[in-house]
T-cell receptor, first 114, second 113 residues
Framework: EPEVTQTPSHQVTQMGQEVILRCVPISNHLYFYWYRQILGQKVEFLVSFYNNEISEKSEIFDDQFSVERPDGSNFTLKIRSTKLEDSAMYFC????????????FGQGTRLTVV | GDSVTQMEGPVTLSEEAFLTINCTYTATGYPSLFWYVQYPGEGLQLLLKATKADDKGSNKGFEATYRKETTSFHLEKGSVQVSDSAVYFCALSDLTNAGKSTFGDGTTLTVKP
């Protein structure tokens, strides 16, 4: 069964450092998403991406965040200067099209900012 | 905006007990509804879904029915097992951006032998 894969599974970084979280969506999917889950809290939408541009973003997705599809398979989330409050589980998801009702989620990357 | 409200947890049950986790939603139109499960230390797994009113989603003994009149999507299982211990999230999808989901707070279920 096709799946969304994320790397690394766990990343520890120092406050102020840049991090890049990587995702490989399902190969024929066209819409990509990032979500965040702070420990013990709900899963929150960050951003959706289609045709090499952001289609929608939440208020959480401020200027320190960026997304990119650098090649035909990877989808990345960059946090430019990490803060302690960026510590969370980050999930990548993809869908075949904008009306496809099922998003396939990756296993997540746990980011710990120290 | 869209929102999802889940019953407060945590929920602790004995094995073979009946489970209900309540979920109600607020949305414009008729979104698709989902239940996701998150086992300790793992990611999100889709448990079941329903895409229109009166649809019943089911998987692994879990069921939920899309109730338009009460804007609800309660999760039920007739006989829980220890292996069902996890966090359960109710969610709805945006009508124009289907991969954008709004999640509830999650309900932690612990099943004791």
């Amino acid at each position: 069964e096709p799946e969304v894969t994320q790397t690394p599974s766990h990343q520890v970084t120092q406050m102020g450092q840049e991090v890049i979280l990587r995702c490989v969506p399902i190969s024929n999917h066209l819409y990509f998403y990032w979500y965040r889950q702070i420990l013990g809290q709900k899963v929150e939408f960050l951003v959706s991406f289609y045709n090499n541009e952001i289609s929608e973003k939440s208020e959480i997705f401020d200027d320190q965040f960026s997304v990119e599809r650098p090649d035909g398979s990877n989808f990345t989330l960059k946090i430019r200067s990490t803060k302690l409050e960026d510590s969370a589980m980050y999930f990548c998801a993809s869908t075949l099209n904008y009306r496809d009702t099922e998003a396939f989620f990756g296993q997540g990357t746990r980011l710990t900012v120290v | 905006g869209d929102s999802v409200t889940q019953m407060e947890g945590p929920v602790t049950l004995s094995e073979e007990a009946f489970l209900t986790i309540n979920c109600t939603y607020t949305a414009t139109g008729y979104p698709s509804l989902f239940w996701y499960v998150q086992y300790p230390g793992e990611g999100l797994q889709l448990l079941l879904k329903a895409t229109k009113a009166d649809d019943k989603g089911s998987n692994k003994g879990f069921e939920a029915t899309y109730r338009k009149e009460t804007t609800s999507f309660h999760l039920e299982k007739g006989s829980v097992q220890v292996s069902d211990s996890a966090v359960y999230f109710c969610a709805l999808s945006d009508l124009t951006n289907a991969g954008k989901s709004t999640f509830g707070d999650g309900t932690t279920l612990t099943v004791k032998p």
